[in-house]
């Protein structure tokens, strides 16, 4: 009996150890830092796959934002984009993704009452941004652009695909809500192959999924800590934000801007008035998807604190917290159970 105690004892010390042991190796990690979207883009990933295929399903990720950065940027030759702006007022034909994309834009342009709108591009150019030419547009070239600006100059035929810029004017620009939905179909994309633990960063549109896993497949995941950068000093984080999934993005005054004349000029211009915004310094949206936290936050730096904190709660799951250029910091309803403040 003691024999076959020790032996049964030694069965099962066997097993416990080779248990243990798999566990050590069964969650593995890839990373990829790329440039796309004139911005750093930062893949982490986690799965129990082998790491030859967690390779190549994070390299198949960047080929797939690629893919969709050439589809919808304003700069890409042939891209949707540059199809409908050329396009002198007739009908194209366009792709899922760039549908997907007017249709969330639509949703915060009407919600926000055009404080975000996706027709700026020639208010955009009349500014010089994405340019070495920038420089505070004459009135004259302001009210050449301010008329083709507006969703309402925008058809869309969902069923044929097709969409039309009504005013010759108009010309799109899908910055603030492409970057943010490249972001969420690479999570897809990921998901799609299994993955459960992700992480994608786009020049600061963050979308996470499933949150950090622990070295054991026992062990709980462990909540993303995400900082947001001080609008006033480079160095200094002003809040950390943490979130087990969906997306945080934080906008800013600070991130482009030129001086002339000693005046300092942000590269967000509210489409209403062609000028340039002052008075929110930066805006954090945490939100189920990237492209509507995007949008959001843009709109909140062109409204007022009241105004971008009414905007925020009228998204169910969405929270913010918005600076002032003076450093007040502004909280929606929820936002302070995820956020710690650093400093002011």
């Known amino acids: 009996m003691k024999n076959i105690a020790v032996v049964l004892a030694l069965a099962i010390l066997l097993v416990a150890v080779a248990w243990v042991g798999q566990t050590r190796v069964i969650v593995r990690r890839a990373e990829r830092e790329v440039l796309l979207m004139d911005t750093f883009v930062r893949l982490v990933v986690h799965g129990r796959q082998s790491q030859a295929a967690l390779d190549d399903i994070i390299d198949a990720t960047v080929k797939e934002m690629a893919r969709l950065e050439s589809v919808l940027s304003a700069h890409a030759a042939g891209s949707d984009v540059d199809k409908l702006n050329t396009a002198a007022t007739a009908p194209r034909v366009v792709s899922d993704e760039t549908i997907a994309v007017l249709e969330r834009a639509k949703q915060v342009y009407e919600r926000s009452q055009g404080a975000f709108d996706v027709t700026i591009g020639a208010l955009m150019r009349a500014w010089g941004f994405g340019t070495d030419a920038r420089a505070v547009p004459t009135p004259a070239a302001l009210a050449e652009a301010l008329p083709g600006v507006g969703f309402e100059h925008v058809e869309m035929d969902v069923s044929q ?31 799609q192959r299994g ?150």
Do not use: C
């Open 161 to 191: 695909r097709t969409v039309r810029l009504t005013h010759p004017n108009t010309q799109l620009d899908l910055g603030g809500v492409a970057k943010g939905y490249i972001v969420d179909q690479a999570i897809l994309f990921l998901a």
């Open 195 to 344: 993955i459960t633990n992700a992480f994608v960063e786009a020049g600061g549109d963050v979308r996470v999924l499933g949150g950090f896993p622990g070295q054991f497949i026992w062990e709980k995941p462990r909540a993303v800590r995400i900082g947001v950068q001080h609008p006033t000093q480079p160095d200094a984080l002003i809040a950390v934000v943490s979130t087990y999934g969906g997306a945080v993005l934080t906008s800013g005054d600070y991130e482009r801007y030129f001086i002339q004349d000693g005046v300092r000029y942000t590269h967000i211009v509210d489409p209403r008035t062609g000028m340039t915004v002052r008075g929110i310094a930066s805006a954090t949206i945490v939100a189920p998807e990237a492209a509507l936290a995007d949008a959001i936050a843009t709109a909140a730096m062109v409204l007022n604190v009241e105004q971008g904190i009414a905007l925020i709660e009228s998204f169910p799951g969405v929270m913010g917290l918005l600076v002032t250029e003076d450093g007040t910091v502004v909280m929606s309803q929820g936002m302070s159970a995820i956020t710690e403040l650093t400093g002011r």
